[in-house]
């Protein structure tokens, strides 16, 4: 098969669908109708000779030679972008795709300097498109890995071989309660009696599991994906749980939360960049990879 300018976009759309986990999650991001999210799709699978995935009612399942279309995609798109970086870099001007995938909640880090660095690169070229994810801490080092994002900005407990990882600038953590919790309104001795019955939110995004060791119970009835849902759980006054002390702020102020016994459940974990070897030589990934270091020095 001859890869042709129609068939990229086809795999560009149907790689799309397989991050957003079907064709109706996938129709804001493409900006188009499921219908035709759906045509292009069968013109895919024609293409290919192959069936790439089963959708219905039982919902959206990558079939075997989708999930190897899907993985042979993701190289192919992610070589013709570093193609296209590698030649205008040559014409000594930046263009191609940056995808950057980063952890929720940053933007209200006044020492993220993620904006800055789209704006230092935005300035020195307008033939670069962005793409930005906001993803689970896993996801980050994921998309890098797998070529999905050029590269991430998040958190790691176990770094995976092929991505380098360097420290930006460490995020502090809290403990706390909302303004209808119990402890709210106990000082610490008093608090120190209640904790161990409190229901503490469980997290899937787990930042900090091992870094908490903080002998609480976490056997409870609330679970959270994201920091905003953590927030929900704990405005709702049943739970406490840890959030980033520049996210809790919002609610600290207005006199929604109070962290607890905060010298004592309290830890720091490091915001890192996280990019991938086989970017190394991509003057684009290059260029961005510098401007997120320089935003983020500035910051210190």
């Known amino acids: 098969m001859q890869v042709q300018d129609v068939d990229l976009r086809l795999l560009r759309i149907f790689v799309t669908i397989v991050e957003c986990g079907g064709l109706s999650a996938a129709e804001s991001r493409l900006n188009i109708g499921r219908s035709t999210i759906s045509a292009h799709l069968s013109d895919l699978e024609i293409r290919l000779g192959v069936t790439l995935c089963k959708r219905g009612r039982s919902g959206f399942e990558l079939t075997e030679p989708g999930r190897i279309t899907y993985q042979a995609s993701l190289e192919l798109l992610q070589q013709c972008e570093a193609f296209a970086s590698t030649v205008a870099g040559s014409k000594h001007k930046l263009s191609g795709r940056v995808s950057l995938a980063v952890i929720d909640t940053l933007v209200s880090d006044p020492r993220c300097g993620v904006a800055q660095a789209i704006a230092a690169l935005k300035q020195k070229s307008d033939s670069i498109q962005f793409d930005l994810y906001v993803c689970e801490a896993r996801e980050v080092e994921t998309a890098v890995a797998n070529g999905r994002s050029l590269l991430g900005i998040g958190v790691s ?41 409190a229901e503490v939110i469980s997290s899937n995004y787990m930042r900090d599991k091992e870094r908490r060791n903080d002998g609480l119970n976490y056997q409870n009835s609330a679970i959270a994906y994201h920091d905003e849902g953590i927030a929900h759980l704990i405005l709702s006054g049943k739970f406490i749980g840890y959030l980033p002390e520049h996210y809790a702020s919002y609610w600290v102020e207005k006199g929604l939360f109070k962290a607890i016994m905060p010298q ?16 190394a030589s991509s003057p684009l990934a290059q260029a961005m990879i510098d401007a997120i270091k320089r935003s983020h020095s500035v910051r210190q």
């Open 157 to 197: 407990r176990h770094p995976i071989r092929g991505l380098d990882y360097t420290p930006l600038f460490n995020e502090t953590n809290y403990l706390y309660c909302g303004s209808d919790h119990p402890l709210f309104a106990c000082d610490a001795q008093a608090a120190s009696k209640l904790l161990p019955q």
């Open 264 to 279: 004592k459940y309290c830890y720091q974990i490091p915001v890192m960049l996280i990019t991938s070897n086989n970017h």
